[in-house]
Every structure is written in structure tokens, then in C-alpha cells.
């Protein structure tokens, strides 16, 4: 079976004709191509290639293949030597380099060359225009009073101010209490929960969380069951994170009983969207 499967193949194959490849006669030229006349190729290279293309009606791409095909040299405008004074040197760096040159009327590459030849650094565009300006009797004043009542003195934002006062290295102004924890407060760490801790000793409820991490001691979970009470249906018809945070629910917890008191989820406010009427004209 198999040698005769081969001598079919063989014979296929010595059927087949072998063709030579041969050459097509073509046009020397693409009907497309633009002609260039004698005025056009005179042109080129005298001016750049985006104005010479809007001249002839043509695209710039065209314009630039014909010239590189041709070998000539792409146009550069001569540019006279700047002399620079103190006054134009002293404007280096304070603008975008697009906006000195034209101050200066002269190219943003002489711009940026000679700020680059002088090692300055360029403008940086995230800054504000008016950015504030930081002077040595403005940061006496940090760490003296609180960060807003200082903002409110500068006329600035009070997160300027902190932010500033954390680049210094400076204390906040902030009273920090120290927590002396007695033997009653620590044997409450991981029997009651945190937020009762603090509330019970009026403090902050990330230091109670953090004294117990510190002493390894793992947090208290309420595990006593919800009262059902006539209030506790408008508490559920309010929104499920704002629940859990006021009164230390669990979202699953909260999920359960309104499916058991039959309480709908609170409908989501419609976002007002402004979308602004286009007019086909």
C-alpha cells in the first residue's frame, strides 16, 4: 500500500511543469506620481517642505520623498548669532523656553541651547504662576500656632503650610497627649472592643488598636445580636457604609437583617451628567 502511495505521488509530481519566472514589461513611471516641472524641482530644498507642498497643492510627504530622491538637502533657515546680555540670561529658566524665545524674538532652539550650554535647569510647568514664596520670617512662623491659623496669616491653603512644616522637619503645634495605660485599661484590650475602649477614655480609637497590636493581643468582636426595635428600620434604610461606621456594624450583618425586616436597599442618587448640545451645522 505504501509503495504504491508513493508511486502516485512520484508520478503526480513528475507531472507537474516547471515554470521559469520571467520579467513583465512595466511603465517607468506610475501614472499617479506627480510630474514635477522645472520651476517646482528648483524649489526644493530652498524652502521648507510643508510651505513648497501647500504651494504646488500637494502633501509635505510628497514633497520630502521627491527631494531625498533627488539628494537634496532638506532647507535650513539661517538664523543670525545672538548676543546675549545678563538682562536675556537672567530669563533662562524662569519660562518655557517657547515663551522666552518669543519674548526675545529669536528661535526657542537658541534658547535652549545656550540654557543648556550654561547648565540651567529647564522651567518646570507644573509649578503655579503664583507659587509661594517662602521667606525666612514665613518659616519662623511654623510650628507656632496651628497649621490653619498660620494659613490664614499667610493667605495661603493650610495644607501648604503642613506640607512645608513636614519638608523642615518641624513639630506640629498639636498638643500630642500621652496615653499613660493603666492595669484597668490594658486588661480591657481584646475584651471590649476598641471603640468602646476610646470612648469610655476619651481617646483616639487607632491608639487603643495600636497599644493592643503592640502587646499582641488580637481585637474583640461583638458577637451579641441586634435588638429589633421599631428604630432599627430607618437605620437600615440608610446607606450600608455609613451604617457600619456609625454604629460598628458588619456589612453582612447589615445585608441580613433587612432581608429579614423586609427593608430595601437605599436607591442611589442619579448623577447629574452636563453634556453639552452639539450643533451640526
Same mark, same amino acid.
Given at each position: 500500500?505504501?509503495?504504491?502511495?508513493?508511486?502516485?505521488?512520484?508520478?503526480?509530481?513528475?507531472?507537474?511543469?516547471?515554470?521559469?519566472?520571467?520579467?513583465?514589461?512595466?511603465?517607468?513611471?506610475?501614472?499617479?506620481?506627480?510630474?514635477?516641472?522645472?520651476?517646482?524641482?528648483?524649489?526644493?530644498?530652498?524652502?521648507?517642505?510643508?510651505?513648497?507642498?501647500?504651494?504646488?497643492?500637494?502633501?509635505?510627504?510628497?514633497?520630502?520623498?521627491?527631494?531625498?530622491?533627488?539628494?537634496?538637502?532638506?532647507?535650513?533657515?539661517?538664523?543670525?548669532?545672538?548676543? *546675549? #546680555?545678563?538682562?536675556?540670561?537672567? !530669563?533662562? =529658566? /524662569?519660562?518655557? +523656553?517657547?515663551? @522666552? %524665545?518669543?519674548? $526675545?524674538? &529669536?528661535?526657542?532652539?537658541?534658547?535652549?541651547?545656550?540654557?543648556?550650554?550654561?547648565?540651567?535647569?529647564?522651567?518646570?510647568?507644573?509649578?503655579?504662576?503664583?507659587?509661594?514664596? *517662602? #521667606?525666612?520670617?514665613?518659616?519662623? !512662623?511654623? =510650628? /507656632?500656632?496651628? +497649621?490653619?491659623? @498660620? %494659613?490664614?496669616? $499667610?493667605? &495661603?491653603?493650610?495644607?501648604?503650610?503642613?506640607?512645608?512644616?513636614?519638608?523642615?522637619?518641624?513639630?506640629?503645634?498639636?498638643?500630642?497627649?500621652?496615653?499613660?495605660?493603666?492595669?484597668?485599661?490594658?486588661?480591657?484590650?481584646?475584651?471590649?472592643?476598641?471603640?468602646?475602649?476610646?470612648?469610655?477614655?476619651?481617646?483616639?480609637?487607632?491608639?487603643?488598636?495600636?497599644?493592643?497590636?503592640?502587646?499582641?493581643?488580637?481585637?474583640?468582636?461583638?458577637?451579641?445580636?441586634?435588638?429589633?426595635?421599631?428604630?432599627?428600620?430607618?437605620?437600615?434604610?440608610?446607606?450600608?457604609?455609613?451604617?457600619?461606621?456609625?454604629?460598628?456594624?458588619?456589612?453582612?450583618?447589615?445585608?441580613?437583617?433587612?432581608?429579614?425586616?423586609?427593608?430595601?436597599?437605599?436607591?442611589?442618587?442619579?448623577?447629574?451628567?452636563?453634556?453639552?448640545?452639539?450643533?451640526?451645522?
Amino acid at each position: 500500500m505504501l509503495s504504491s502511495r508513493r508511486l502516485n505521488l512520484d508520478s503526480k509530481f513528475l507531472s507537474l511543469k516547471i515554470v521559469k519566472r520571467a520579467e513583465i514589461p512595466r511603465v517607468s513611471r506610475s501614472p499617479f506620481r506627480l510630474r514635477w516641472p522645472t520651476k517646482w524641482l528648483r524649489l526644493l530644498g530652498r524652502m521648507p517642505d510643508a510651505k513648497l507642498a501647500g504651494k504646488i497643492d500637494t502633501s509635505s510627504n510628497t514633497v520630502q520623498a521627491e527631494r531625498r530622491r533627488r539628494g537634496i538637502a532638506s532647507f535650513q533657515a539661517k538664523t543670525p548669532n545672538v548676543e *546675549w #546680555t545678563s538682562k536675556m540670561v537672567r !530669563l533662562l =529658566g /524662569t519660562d518655557t +523656553d517657547i515663551n @522666552i %524665545a518669543a519674548r $526675545l524674538r &529669536i528661535t526657542w532652539n537658541a534658547v535652549r541651547f545656550k540654557r543648556r550650554k550654561m547648565g540651567i535647569s529647564p522651567y518646570d510647568t507644573r509649578r503655579r504662576r503664583n507659587e509661594f514664596v *517662602w #521667606t525666612r520670617d514665613k518659616i519662623a !512662623l511654623l =510650628g /507656632t500656632n496651628f +497649621d490653619g491659623v @498660620i %494659613a490664614k496669616q $499667610l493667605g &495661603i491653603c493650610a495644607l501648604t503650610v503642613s506640607i512645608k512644616r513636614a519638608q523642615l522637619g518641624i513639630k506640629s503645634f498639636y498638643p500630642q497627649r500621652r496615653i499613660r495605660w493603666t492595669k484597668e485599661m490594658v486588661a480591657l484590650l481584646g475584651n471590649v472592643t476598641d471603640w468602646k475602649i476610646a470612648q469610655r477614655y476619651k481617646i483616639n480609637r487607632v491608639s487603643v488598636a495600636r497599644e493592643r497590636q503592640k502587646r499582641g493581643i488580637l481585637r474583640a468582636i461583638e458577637t451579641r445580636p441586634v435588638k429589633r426595635t421599631p428604630k432599627l428600620k430607618p437605620i437600615l434604610s440608610e446607606p450600608i457604609r455609613s451604617i457600619s461606621r456609625r454604629y460598628r456594624i458588619a456589612w453582612g450583618a447589615i445585608s441580613r437583617l433587612r432581608r429579614e425586616l423586609g427593608v430595601p436597599m437605599p436607591r442611589r442618587r442619579p448623577i447629574k451628567r452636563r453634556d453639552k448640545a452639539i450643533s451640526l451645522r
